[in-house]
């Protein structure tokens, strides 16, 4: 058995790891969370530190150990502290409105856009520009700002739509006037 470039995983104090074979279930102050990993991984809870072996170095069996050792360190920081992502609106007229659970969009098309949130997901509105995603699954965080973005993506010319706060839009300069 070996663990070579993994470190195992600290859990936190007020989280809880059941192991079952390779299934393995965290629990934690914000929610619950399960996975399934791959048949051939070891995977052991000892004194607060969680280890994901190996009985082999073929291709896929690294890069599974790998994937677990990191889905399981997502689990145990997503139950403990959560995942947030922050989007902004930049266009004049662009907005954003918190109706119940939904967001409405004016994203300069005829109607206004309804997003509503998974089951997992809250949405914070600070501002009339601004949305942040939260959630417990780092995944499905991403997934849902990923697809918040995409009802107007940032738009090279001038940069309008949505985008990740911080996110850098690629200029382009547009025509050259003569």
Known sequence: ?????????????????AVNGTHVAVKGPKGNLEHTFYEKLTISVADGVLT???????RETRAQHGLCRALIANMVEGVSEGYTKALELAGVGY???????ALDLSLGYSHPVVYEAPEGITFEVPDNTHINVKGIDKQQVGQVAAEIRAKRP??????????????HIRRKLGKAAK
């Not at 907005?95 to 659970?101: E, F, I, M, P």
């Open 1 to 17: 058995m070996s663990r070579i470039g993994n470190k195992p995983v600290q859990i936190p104090a007020g989280v809880e790891v």
């Open 95 to 101: 907005r954003v409105a918190l109706k119940g659970t």
């Open 154 to 167: 940032p738009e090279p010319y001038k940069g309008k739509g949505i985008h990740y706060v911080g996110e």
């Open 52 to 58: 994901v072996s190996r009985p082999d170095d073929d």
